[in-house]
Nanobody, 118 residues
Framework: QVQLVESGGGLVQAGGSLRLACSAS????????MGWYRQAPGKQRELVAV???????NYDPSVKGRFTISRDNAKNTVYLQMNSLKPEDTAVYYC????????????WGQGTQVTVSS
């Protein structure tokens, strides 16, 4: 059974940094894209950043230049380095991946809370 396990959330002051990590475990053939979404209270879940296995990346405009997504394909892990954090970055951050295990399907992590104080 495929699982995505996240780590690295927490409380930080505005202007600070955090690094999130998400590892895929279980039996699967390949990983396509891996990325991060976030959901703030009362808002819809939104894409933060995504990275393909080939190295292509895409960012939400609100985080471009502050956040960096990277992957370690050998470890089936995706990272999100978040710098210059703002209170509006406060949300639950979810790891997302498209993984082929018999067939291609979408998986989600359990979510990790990121709180940025002003």
């Amino acid at each position: 059974q495929v699982q995505l396990v996240e780590s690295g959330g927490g409380l930080v002051q505005a202007g600070g940094s955090l690094r999130l990590a998400c590892s895929a475990s279980g039996r699967f053939f390949s990983i396509n894209s891996m990325g991060w979404y976030r959901q703030a209270p009362g808002k819809q879940r939104e894409l933060v950043a995504v990275a393909t296995t080939g190295g292509l990346t895409n960012y939400d405009p609100s985080v471009k230049g502050r956040f960096t997504i990277s992957r370690d394909n050998a470890k089936n892990t995706v990272y999100l380095q978040m710098n210059s954090l703002k209170p509006e970055d406060t949300a639950v951050y979810y790891c997302n991946a498209y993984i082929t295990s018999g067939y291609l399907r979408e998986y989600w992590g359990q979510g990790t809370q990121v709180t940025v104080s002003s």
